[in-house]
């Protein structure tokens, strides 16, 4: 059921979005492992103040979300829930910073914002998302 | 305490135990009884015996409420005159629970026995309890060399509980059996370890070991109680009270791992030990000037699961906070869209004002600052997605047809909005307390966008839409003719007429104009159709549905309650402020100073004591901070910049108030109350404040 290629369109999207103000507050890195057989797929989120840079490939990370790769495919879908996937066990998530908070996390998966249907993007959101980053803005 | 023998509860959080009165457990499938973590039943079946005979109880002492002591006895209840044995089953909240057993032999001959513990469980999801749901999935029980391992599996949803012996014990699938030796006058004991464990595909525990035991939950309601306002008060019941009320507080605080350490309110026993959105604001703005953490943690955990996209079944909007988390397995399924689901209407304004409030007593601006796209997203919500008849309302009506709610305020059971003559209005619906909502939300973030987010522009807009609503509201929800606010508005904007406690709420949050508009509303609360003495019943006694014993239609909530009274206080309304405080404060009495949810609306009068409502759950978050709020309107305690100003008024009875080392941003204030009018002696030692309405 899993299309390889849709997995690889939601991270691509990802690192293309460049200022997502619903993860201003994320600022930290996960590592995703995608488990399709004996086959696991990484890939690195990193967000700093809004901006999302995503490696394909593993490394250093302040937590890990660990799960089959359709399961994966689902959430990013909005086919399934992410808190259900973590309840359900089809996901599991690592933390090496307790500060990571999973709710947070779970705004990964908003999909880019042209898909959340009916959102009337506000400028003014982006605007003021921008000048939070220079303040800095807690995690 | 627990009341006559009956149920025996003690929690940490979302981790609870609800046994009989000896200990035992025997829960039938629709039976909250059990242990329950994370609203999944982990244990449904634990039965003591001793030499095969069942034990009956003596009395039980759940003054902790983390712990429980059972004094019990074998044999029927009869014959407990002639024991020579007495035992001391004492339980206390762990990774699930420890139970340790300790048998005395008063007598004069050795003894040698066989201790017994059936255990089973159904793994119930707290929603198959509530609504006789069957399971999908496989139970199983497994003996290991020294544990009884009970599990249940469905795809990768794994859950086991495994009970251990600190000793010699032999297991079965069905339970532990150990032998006792007694010499006369010997003692004997055992501790037993029932632990829950939420597994992973990789066969991890994802429930972290996040209880040390009762010696840390001593430490930290020790730790708790000392960080809260010192009270001293002339009528001792005031006292009782108060401290009842922090210790629920205590008990219902809950740190999920979704919270990262921090507590949060959960709502209340059993039904509701989860985070609520409208239940943790309000909670928390009750608290806000005796346990300030409360509001921090709420905020932030609301924050961050925040809706952020359109989806039915979770009736999710971008910028609309939840109404409901849960971690069962009818939500790992989706059977259910409890994780988190967000039909509610009201929670998304209330995030907004509890932001404010809190700041205003706090001065953690770091936090409104930090919060700020979820605070205009918020706002967004009210406006882009809210106003579903295209009215300028905050109005609902579910898009998940087959699990989500119908009413999504706080009166959320299915009759509680009604005409007068008890006709149900057609959706969506406009409930007149959001309006209120909205309208105090707007005003405070206008403050909040001024000082904190650099954006007068947008303060200025937000207070320019604030007053539109308010004239709006005044225009379309006033019911000329009767001389209040209808309780909602439906989908055609007909008004629905019924007399409600929602006019109160709207006192609160100022969107009811003064002068003769206000009086009128406060004419009608304190009314002998709303008022019964008590407090304000939640409908008018001549409304179509009133029912002095109906949920929604005619009880008292002290919660509802203790908003009315700080709305009467923000209108000068002091002395019916005091007069509601003394009701419910009275009420509080009969409880043991543990106010329930609801109580009957029967008339003060007629019944002279607040009548039970059957099922109401207790402890409650939002009964357990209205002695709270209610002590701030009295004392009319109130920021102002820096400062704590303080505003007496007492109600009768009471000659002085003190509350000591007040936390907030002036670091600890203490504020002084003294009635200086004449005494009447009488009333100081009559038992209760306020004998009837008058």
């Given amino acids: 059921m899993a299309d390889s290629d849709s997995v690889e369109r939601f991270f691509d999207e990802l690192g293309r979005r460049g200022h997502e103000p619903l993860l201003d507050r994320l600022n930290s890195t996960g590592r995703f492992e995608l488990v399709d057989g004996g086959q696991v797929e990484e890939w690195l989120v990193a967000v700093r103040g809004g901006y999302i840079t995503v490696t394909r490939g593993g490394g250093d990370a302040d937590y890990v979300l660990r799960g089959e790769r359709h399961a994966f495919d689902r959430i990013i879908h909005g086919d399934a829930g992410s808190v259900a996937a973590l309840i359900r066990g089809t996901m599991a998530m690592y933390r090496k910073d307790p500060d990571v908070m999973f709710g947070l996390v ?23 998302g921008q000048r939070d980053r220079a303040d800095g803005t807690h995690g | 305490m627990s009341e006559a023998l009956g149920q025996v509860t003690i929690l940490d959080g979302n981790t609870f135990v609800v046994s009989d009165a000896v200990g035992d457990i025997e829960a039938s499938p629709t039976d909250p009884t059990g242990l329950f973590i994370y609203d999944t039943r982990f244990l449904s079946h634990w039965v003591l015996t001793i030499n095969d005979e069942r034990l009956h109880a003596l009395s039980v002492d759940d003054v902790q409420y983390f712990e429980a002591r059972y004094f019990i006895v074998p044999g029927e209840a009869t014959v407990y005159t002639d024991a020579t044995l007495s035992v001391v089953r004492q339980r206390t909240m762990r ?114 070991r996040w209880r040390q035991g009762h010696e840390l939950l001593e430490r930290d309601l020790n730790a708790l109680l000392r ?66 953490k409360l509001a921090a943690t709420t905020l932030r955990v609301l924050a961050d699961f925040q809706g952020t996209r359109r989806n039915d079944h979770r009736d999710e909007d971008p910028g609309r906070i939840l109404h409901e988390l849960r971690f069962g397995e009818s939500m790992a399924f989706e059977e259910r869209p409890h994780a988190p689901y967000y039909g509610t209407a009201d929670a998304t304004p209330l995030f907004l004002v509890l932001l404010d409030e809190y700041e205003r007593w706090s001065g953690d601006a770091d936090l409104v600052r930090a919060v700020e796209y979820e605070a205009r997203a918020a706002l967004n919500w009210i406006d882009e997605y809210a106003d579903l008849t295209g009215m300028g309302y905050v109005a609902y009506q579910r898009r998940n047809l087959e699990t989500g709610l119908e009413n999504q305020c706080w009166k959320d059971s299915w009759d509680s909005i009604s005409f007068r003559d008890g006709r149900l209005p057609g959706f969506p619906r406009a409930t007149c307390e959001c309006q209120g909502y909205a309208y105090d939300a707007k005003m405070r973030a206008a ?58 709420h709207l006192l609160w949050s100022g969107i009811v104009e003064e002068g003769e508009k206000a009086d009128a509303v406060v004419g009608h609360l304190m009314g ?33 309650n203790s908003f009315i009274a700080w709305g009467l206080r923000r209108y000068g309304y002091k002395e019916e402020a005091a007069r509601i405080a003394a009701g419910i404060l009275d009420s509080a009495q009969f409880f043991n100073g543990r106010l329930p949810e609801a109580f009957g609306g029967y008339e003060r009068a007629l019944t002279r004591y607040p009548v039970r409502y059957p099922t109401a759950c207790s402890p409650q978050a939002w009964s357990a901070g209205a002695p709270l709020l209610l002590l701030r309107t009295v004392l009319g305690l109130e920021p102002s910049g820096d400062n704590l100003v303080v505003n007496p008024a007492l109600p009768g009875g009471i000659s002085h108030i003190e509350l000591l080392d007040i936390p907030g941003r002036w670091g600890l204030a203490d504020a002084f109350a003294r009635e200086r009018g004449e005494m009447d002696p009488q009333h100081v030692l009559h038992p209760q404040l306020a004998s009837g309405p008058g």
Wanted: aromatic share 10%.
């Fill in chain 1, 106 to 128: 779970t705004r990964l998966f908003a999909g880019p914002p042209e898909s959340r249907r009916e959102w009337v993007d506000d400028p003014r959101l982006v605007a003021e």
């Fill in chain 2, 95 to 208: 990774n699930g629970f420890d139970e340790e057993l300790t048998i005395l032999n008063h007598g004069e001959e050795p003894v040698d026995l066989v201790v017994r513990v059936d255990a089973g469980s159904d793994f119930a999801d707290l929603f198959e309890v509530k609504d006789a749901l069957g399971k999908k999935g496989k139970r199983y029980a497994r003996v290991e060399d020294d544990r009884l391992i009970l599990g249940y599996q469905r795809q990768t949803f794994h859950r086991t509980t495994t009970v251990t012996v600190g000793g010699p014990a032999r297991f079965d699938d069905h339970g532990l059996t150990l032998t006792a030796h007694l010499e006369p006058r010997g003692r004997w004991t055992a501790t037993i370890q029932v632990e829950a464990q939420i597994l992973l595909p990789t066969g991890e525990n994802a429930l972290p």
């Fill in chain 2, 227 to 292: 960080s809260t306002p010192k009270l001293e008060c002339d009528w001792q019941p005031l006292k009782d009270t108060y401290r009842r009320s922090l210790v629920d507080l205590a008990a219902l605080r809950f740190s999920p791992q979704i919270a990262g350490g921090q507590s949060l309110p959960a709502a209340g026993l059993p039904w509701f030990m989860s985070v609520f959105g409208r239940d943790s604001i309000l909670t928390s703005l009750q608290a806000l000037p005796f346990v300030p």
């Fill in chain 2, 447 to 504: 403050r909040m966008a001024r000082q904190f987010w650099r954006d007068p522009g947008y303060a200025d807009r937000l207070e320019q839409e604030a007053a539109e609503l308010k004239a709006r509201f005044n225009r379309d929800f006033w019911i000329a003719d009767r001389g209040y606010y209808a309780l909602a508005l439906d989908g055609e904007g007909n008004q629905v007429d019924a007399l409600s406690s929602n006019i109160g």
């Fill in chain 2, 528 to 560: 002998a159709k709303m008022f019964s003495g008590w407090g304000v019943r939640t409908l008018g006694e001549d409304e179509g549905r009133y029912n002095p014993i109906g949920y929604h239609v005619g009880t008292v909530w002290p919660f509802d």
